[in-house]
């Protein structure tokens, strides 16, 4: 017993030694201080850890000289991808790190809590990775979105399944999640509207392990002409495979057509194979753009992190770039990061140009590219938009 | 349309036998421990993780890397069960292990989370593409059935050792009555630990074959695990034959709500049916009557 | 004083059935393939110990799990003062004055022995509910009351020096009493004491016994339950012996000794 | 005062009575001040969710360490509690106060279904059992969506309504520090019912049934019903403190009633000490503000939580009750050698 409770305490004093050196200061003239809301734990991890790549990249990158003379810094919180951390986080950063802007959440749901604290405490928050309609309608002053949101994804890659593939019938598969059932109402009710047919609604956990009995299901749906899919990666990768093994999709033989969101990171289809094959999805982050600041972004992302960069790590990296401008047009406090925010027209980043209109959400499409994948797994760029 | 149903059935006892192969442990512990271990979960994972660094790092073979991960889930279930449950035995309580197991699944989760990255794993095996055509346009693909094969195998290799060799029997007579063991001249303590290591060899390599099925992340046995709870509950706590029919009971009814309902009232399904199972059959499908001596 | 299935003891003139605290008929227990409890039919008059013996295996205590509603029969009857008990809960009985003690001793280990008696408070506790949360004047009567008739059966039973230990701490021995003081807590007409002298020394067991005469003289009706024939023959008024779950022998105990069957069954012939 | 009819009986009540008081009128004081000495909204977000975790913790704690029912799904009441307090008032238009009387009664009700329905169910199956509602209460939610919005949430959930006295100022929730007062006292009065049932005869009860039921029953206790009565009542604490996240969140998706909600309150109760109020409430107090407090570990933070959880169980079942229990002990030892020289 006397040995049990003394490693009791030994572990008890490490783990209280532990807090004394966490948190370490730091004091620094012109610094233009950056909150990041990120799930860092989790499965929403995720996101949170591509987002910081992201992030640190872009930051090194503008502190090698400096922006207007001020040095940008980041700090992140966990916020969980869920409302009452990411509350906490946000108050948290407000409180003790007093940003001028922060940057995140990527869940909806977490954003959508975080957005009335921040109106509160009159700092910005940039979003890139939230496509809820609810963001920026109604939204607040305080809240910007660079990502089309939900309604502009879903009303433009309906109206190009029907127009351009001379889609008829669609089968939509989502994620239970806010993102995905907003995403997969939007296109359902758009490619009614225009006349198509939506022969199946099936929506899904992420938990769920085995897509094949979809995919079985979807057999016996008769011709269906595209397959809306909105999921992570993980799933998605799983998803498309099933498809194809089922002989649905175009990768095993058969008709369907894959549409998929922004959510896909570039390099899927060599995880997927050929399963891929045929796939047209949209995304937020081309790699085979060919403007400056997009290769130059893949290739000091490729040197620092030694791999492929993602749109999450795109979109995050795009974050500070805006920001970065939003500095070297002038602003030096929360309120003029926003005003000069607000009035951004024109600005160029990885995945591509920014506009805000009255509710803060940028109105620029071309932040999405129509890619399709071809037999040796490269893309066709669409140019539909 | 009967393609489609005859697909389900496959598609049913394919995840089914999955179930099985991760609630066999479970029923395994339960038998002789009657605990609950909840760090089962993160067996099936490291078992996941450990065939595809196996195959992916290191070039091996994939059907080598289920012996791989069926030794790694060994090693964690001896570890698990020197560490956690052997010190808590004497206080016998039932709820401190599982609290304690709750708290090793979240170190494993997060350690696994620092180590691997949350970003899913593309696991594929060589036979994960593979489609075999079936009789009447139904199919199934090389790594369905690898499952089906190596379950059946270990299952009936499990069954063989518990009825055919001593510690096996040593093993069975313990789960229905725990005083027996000391009478056969085993040692409780060797017996607890063989039914650990057994039991977490079988999740780790569930966890292999379910690699290249389920998204893998540090996440994935979790999202199995309370399916495995449950049937280890519809089958009857401990009971063998019940988990094995209850598994592939629960994996048609996933198949099937996912035809004709929608996948995402899978667990609302199957959760009323352990329910239902509780409420009017307790002792599970296959009931084995345990008197109370007062 | 009893009356059992076939013999029907008509010979003895005390059949009077008011006089008759419980009363079975034909009770019938199995549990798969073995039939615990055979056709037991018996009526334990008030007043008096009334000893259920038998070797090892004679559903003895299952005949007892059956009286105090731990089992139901499968079939056959059962009354307590004309009060039908087939199908009643074990907590109902309790309320109609029946309490025991169990062989394999159920104390509430992780509580305080004076806690353990008070549990046996549970029926007779008569203050409105929202006593409970306010605990005024009545709450606090009762409460005295309760700490002060458990410390009286504690000294009854000669524990009153351990009210604080933990049950579980307490010596084997000790715990039968203390079982037995829980039980009493009830304030039960009929007592049933399973196996009292199980792992008793010698000095335990008279001190066990000699409480149970005083509660005889208190007028409490108290049944053992044991499978030593010399321990019973010391208390009981009357005793009935069983054997396989059946009927063998009811009568006076020292007419039991000289019982053939009975010898029999105990020299395991 | 009837302990002087009995005067050798040396009651411990009085005493304790006394103390009592004092404790109570102690964490009147400390509510009262919180808020004072954390002045920024991110501590008193946190104040509040201490509070809401004490609720949910003692609840747990009654059904768990009082009754014995190992409860595995304690956030399937705090969810019901939650998403019924902000139904009843957005679909049929109630004031706030009856639809938190609603998310109570709701979620006691779901509480003794459930444990009518598991009643003949003890230790493992009921914690399955418990866990499999908890799963089945979480997909109800995400998928009845027309009802509760599913996991597009519903956002926008007003604070309570001001309170106005005549001649007081106006007391708003919109306020931190008056919604910490208000959760933290309704935790406080909580905890008072509770502790003052556990104290009565129904404590004792609960006890000899969590102990050995087959015992109990033989003392006259109706098992089945006061299982009923705990999971009731514990399960009704759960679904105050979930009208409360609702309506001081301001935001409700099913996932924050996930059933690993369940095991974090799990773990607030046996960290803190099960069987005992006060160590949950401390419990629930310590893993409330120590993942926070970890913040600065990133990545390690919730390794150290699991590792934390663990080494408790295993060197420390009772929690902190029991680790001041040891503190104590060495102290009065070290105190008594002092004395003696």
Redesign the interface.
């Known amino acids: 017993m006397k040995t ?2 003394a ?2 305490c030994l ?2 004093v490490a ?1 209280l030694g ?2 004394a050196v ?2 370490p200061a730091h004091a620094q003239d012109k610094l233009i201080k950056i909150g990041g809301l990120f799930p ?2 989790g499965p929403g991890a995720y996101f949170g850890a591509q987002d910081k790549q992201g992030i640190e990249l872009a930051i090194e990158q503008f502190n090698k000289a400096g922006v207007n003379g001020y040095k940008l810094e980041v700090k ?3 916020s969980a991808c ?3 951390p990411a ?3 946000a ?2 950063l ?3 790190y007093k940003p001028l802007v922060v940057v995140g959440e990527e869940c ?2 977490a954003t ?2 975080v957005m ?2 921040m109106e509160q405490a009159k700092v910005p928050l940039l979003n890139a990775g939230s496509s ?1 309609i ?1 963001i920026t309608d109604p939204g607040n002053p305080w809240t910007f979105r660079i990502m089309p949101n939900e309604v502009m994804q879903g009303v433009d890659i309906a109206t190009h399944a029907y127009k351009r593939l001379n889609a008829r019938t669609a089968v939509l598969l989502y994620e ?3 993102a ?3 995403n997969a109402k939007v296109f359902g009710d758009t490619f009614k509207a225009l006349g198509g047919q939506i022969l199946a609604d099936i929506g899904f ?1 992420r938990d769920v392990n085995d897509f094949t009995s979809i995919a079985t299901r979807i057999t016996g749906l008769g011709k269906v002409d595209v397959i809306p899919t909105y999921t992570l990666e993980g799933q998605g990768l799983r998803i498309t495979q099933a498809l194809a093994q089922a002989g649905v999709t175009k990768g095993g033989g058969g008709q369907s057509i894959q549409l998929g969101t922004i959510w896909l990171p570039f390099g899927f289809e060599q995880k997927a194979g050929k399963a891929s094959l045929g796939y047209v999805r949209i995304v937020q982050f081309d790699p085979t753009d060919k403007r400056e600041v997009v290769q130059d972004f893949i290739r000091t992302f490729k040197a620092k992190y030694n791999q492929d960069p993602t749109h999450i790590n795109a979109h995050a990296f795009d974050q500070i770039l805006l920001i970065a401008d939003v500095v070297r047009r002038g602003a030096t406090d929360a309120q003029s990061v926003r005003d000069i925010m607000a009035g951004t027209k024109n600005f160029s980043g990885v995945t591509g140009s920014v506009e805000f209109d009255k509710t803060n959400q940028n109105i620029k499409m071309d932040t999405i590219h129509y890619m399709e994948t071809l037999p040796d797994l490269s893309w066709k760029a669409l140019g539909w938009n | 349309m009967s393609t489609v149903l005859l697909q389900q059935g496959i598609n049913g006892v394919v995840l089914g036998s999955l179930y099985v192969l991760v609630a066999l442990g479970l029923t395994l512990i ?1 038998g002789v421990l ?1 605990q ?1 271990n909840f760090a089962h979960a993160d067996v099936v994972t490291i078992g996941a993780f450990a065939a595809y660094f196996f195959t992916f790092t290191f070039g091996g073979n994939y059907l080598a890397s289920i012996a791989v991960a069926l030794l790694v889930g060994a090693i964690l279930g001896w570890l698990v069960n020197a560490a ?1 449950f052997a ?2 035995r004497e ?1 016998g ?8 197991t ?10 696994m ?2 180590w691997f990255g949350p970003i899913p794993y593309a696991f594929d095996s060589p036979y994960s593409n593979q489609v075999i055509r079936l009789w009447g346009g139904t199919f199934i693909t090389g790594q369905n059935l690898i499952i089906i094969v190596v379950s059946t195998l270990t299952i009936a290799l499990l069954y063989a050792f518990m009825k055919f060799t001593f510690m096996g029997k040593a093993l069975r007579a313990v789960a229905q009555d725990r005083e027996t063991a000391g009478l056969m001249g085993i040692n409780p303590n060797h017996l607890i630990m063989l039914t650990f290591v057994i039991a977490s060899a079988l999740a780790g390599m569930g966890g292999a074959m379910l690699g290249p099925i389920l998204v893998l992340t540090p996440f994935a046995g979790t999202t199995v695990i ?1 399916k495995a ?2 049937i ?2 519809i089958g009857g ?1 401990g009971n063998v034959e019940g988990t094995i029919i209850a598994g592939l009971l629960v994996g048609l009814i996933e198949s099937y709500t996912t035809q004709f309902v ?1 996948p ?2 899978i ?2 399904v199957v ?2 049916l ?2 239902m199972m ?2 009017f059959r ?1 002792t599970g499908l296959i009931a084995e009557k345990r008197e ?1 001596n ?1 | 004083m009893t009356i059992s299935g076939r013999v029907a003891g008509q010979a003895d003139g005390r059949r009077n059935s008011d006089k008759v605290l419980f009363r079975s008929k034909s009770l019938n227990k199995s549990f798969g393939g073995v039939h615990a409890v055979r056709d037991i039919s018996l009526n334990i008059p008030h007043g008096g110990v009334f000893a259920i013996i038998g070797p090892n295996g004679a559903g003895k205590s299952t005949l007892l799990n059956l009286m ?3 089992y139901q029969p499968d079939s056959g009857t059962m009354s307590l003062d004309g009060v039908d008990l087939v199908g009643l ?4 009985r ?2 109609l004055g029946l ?2 003690t ?1 062989q394999k001793i ?6 305080p022995v004076l ?1 353990n008696v ?6 007779h ?1 008569d203050i409105p509910a929202w006593q ?4 005024g ?1 009545a ?10 008739e458990a ?1 009286k059966l504690l000294s009854f039973v000669g524990l009153e020096e351990r009210a604080k230990a933990r049950a579980g701490s307490l010596a084997y021995g000790e715990q039968r009493m203390l079982e037995l003081a ?2 009493l ?2 304030s039960p007409r009929l007592l049933v004491v399973d196996e009292p002298a199980a792992g008793l020394n010698a000095a335990e067991v008279e001190k066990l016994l000699d409480r149970i005469t005083q509660l005889r003289a208190g007028g409490m009706t108290v049944v053992i339950v044991e499978h030593n024939m010399d321990l019973v023959m010391k208390v009981a008024d009357r005793v009935l012996v069983m054997d396989y779950g059946q009927y063998l022998f009811e009568g006076a105990p020292a007419e039991a000794q000289v019982d053939p069957g009975v010898v029999a069954a105990y020299l395991g012939a | ?3 002087r ?2 005067t050798e ?1 040396a ?1 411990p ?1 009085d005493r304790s009575s006394v103390s009592r008081r004092w404790w109570l009128l102690g964490a009147i004081v400390t509510i009262g001040l919180l808020p004072l000495v954390f002045q ?4 008193r ?2 104040l509040i ?1 201490c509070a809401l975790n004490v609720m949910l913790a003692i609840g747990l704690d009654f059904i ?1 360490g009082y009754a014995g029912q ?1 409860n595995l799904g304690h956030s399937a009441f705090y969810g019901i509690g939650a998403y019924v307090s902000t139904l009843v008032i957005t679909k049929l238009g109630l004031p706030f106060w009856v639809a938190f009387l609603c998310g109570i009664v709701l979620a006691g009700a779901a509480g003794m279904a459930l444990s009518m ?2 009643v ?2 003890r ?3 009921l ?3 418990s ?3 908890a ?2 209460v979480h ?2 939610l ?2 009845w ?1 027309s009802l509760t919005q ?4 519903i ?2 959930i007003k604070p309570p309504p001001e309170i106005a006295l005549p001649g007081l100022p106006v007391i708003s929730f919109g306020n931190s520090a008056n919604m910490f007062y208000l959760v933290a006292g309704f935790a406080l009065l909580f905890y008072v ?1 509770l502790d ?2 556990v ?4 404590g ?2 609960l ?2 049934i969590r ?2 039921e ?10 089945p019903a006061w299982k009923v009565f705990a999971f009731g009542a514990g399960s009704a604490v759960a679904g105050a403190a979930g009208a409360f ?1 609702a309506s001081s ?5 099913p ?2 009633f996930i ?1 690993t909600e369940s ?1 974090t309150i ?2 607030m109760v ?1 960290v803190g000490g ?1 069987g005992t109020l006060i160590g949950p409430v401390w419990g629930a107090i310590l893993l409330t503000v120590l993942p ?26 009772g929690g902190i009750v029991q680790a001041a229990q ?1 503190v104590r002990a060495q102290f009065d030892r070290l105190r008594a050698r002092l004395e003696a020289g």
């Open positions: 049990r409770s490693i009791f572990g008890m783990i532990m807090f966490a948190n860092m734990s992140f919180e966990d869920s409302p009452l509350t906490q986080a108050k948290r407000l409180e003790q909806s749901d959508l809590a009335p604290v809820s609810k239970n999640t806010n995905g059932i907003g956990g | 339960y009657v609950i956690i010190p808590l206080r309580s039932e709820l401190l292990p599982l609290i304690a709750i708290g090793v699944s979240v170190l494993l989760q997060n350690v989370l620092l309370v709870f449950a280890v509950i706590f929608n995402g009232l667990d609302i959760f009323t352990l329910l509780l409420a307790p109370e007062v | 105090s509603g731990l809960k074990a907590h109902r309790v309320r309490a025991r169990f159920r104390l509430f280990k992780h509580l806690d008070i549990a046996g408070f549970h029926i506790h409970y949360v306010l605990q004047t709450f606090r009567r009762d409460y005295a009351r309760c700490r002060h410390r829980r039980a807590a009830t | 005062m009837s302990s009819d009995h009986l009651n009540f920024d909204s991110y501590w977000t946190n969710v768990l190992l329905f598991a003949r169910l230790g493992h199956y914690a399955i059992a866990l499999g509602f799963v089945i997909q109800v995400v998928n969506i599913g996991p597009l949430g956002y926008g019912l003052q049932l104290r009565s005869p129904i004792e009860t006890t000899a102990e050995d087959v015992s109990a029953s033989s003392l006259g206790i109706n098992c996240y969140v301001g935001t409700l998706v996932d924050a059933i095991f799990l773990a046996i099960m926070e407090v970890l913040r600065g570990f990133g990545d390690l933070r919730l390794v150290l939580y699991g590792a934390a959880l663990t080494l408790v169980v295993l060197f420390m079942p040891i």
